[in-house]
């Protein structure tokens, strides 16, 4: 059964940092993408990062970028999202799913709230 879980969200002031995890069983994690979406209220679902299955190549949202850093641990079965200079745009529900070829992987997990607030 795939299962993505992703944690590390919480209520953080502008200009301050967060690292989300998401953590994955169920499946091959080493030979799959995996990817950051968030959803803001009342908003779409946007994509926000993607990493490859290797680690090697990864791409940006032009909103996160300089600002973000995805990552994966093949090991862990852990993929994450660093998150600095945060803002209140970024607040949002983040999720992460995995990916095969040119389709996701599964159903979307529960999130992890991220609030950016004074």
């Known amino acids: 059964q795939v299962q993505l879980v992703e944690s590390g969200g919480g209520l953080v002031q502008p200009g301050g940092s967060l690292r989300l995890s998401c953590a994955a069983s169920?499946?091959?994690?080493?030979?799959?993408?995996m990817r950051w979406y968030r959803q803001a209220p009342g908003k779409e679902r946007e994509l926000v990062a993607h990493i490859a299955n290797t680690g090697l190549v990864t791409t940006y949202a032009d909103s996160v970028k300089g600002r973000f850093t995805i990552s994966r641990d093949n090991a862990k079965k852990t993929a994450y999202l660093q998150m600095n200079s945060l803002n209140a745009e970024d607040t949002a529900v983040y999720y992460c799913?995995?990916?095969?070829?040119?389709?996701?992987?599964?159903?979307w997990g529960q999130g992890t709230q991220v609030t950016v607030s004074s």
């Open positions: 169920g499946f091959t994690f080493s030979s799959y993408a």
């Open positions: 799913r995995a990916r095969w070829g040119l389709a996701d992987f599964g159903s």
